[in-house]
């Protein structure tokens, strides 16, 4: 009996650590989606000269939500 319901943990925790994979690869491909709609709010605001400031290597803009950091990618808004 003790050794089925360990088994059992053993599997909710399996089920768990899938269900969050899966959200890391949603949120994986929001942030590509995000990525692109930055870069490119960033192109136009290069284009109209609109103030983003450099921090060291580092883009960040400033863009009205939170600053995201992945691995070592900042996050970009512009003013």
């Known amino acids: 009996f003790l050794h089925q319901t360990s088994n059992i943990k053993h599997q909710t925790s399996n089920?768990?650590?899938q269900t969050s994979n899966i959200k890391h690869q949603t949120s994986n491909i929001n942030f590509l989606i995000l990525k692109r709609t930055m870069?490119?709010?960033?192109l136009l605001a290069v284009q109209k000269k609109k103030s983003c400031k450099n921090f060291s290597d580092y883009l960040i803009f400033i863009y009205k939500k939170p600053v995201f950091k992945i691995g070592r990618i900042f996050f970009y808004y512009c003013l």
Request: hydrophobic letters at 55%; glycine letters at 0%; proline letters at 0%.
């Open 39 to 42: 870069l490119f709010k960033v």
């Open 15 to 17: 089920i768990k650590h």
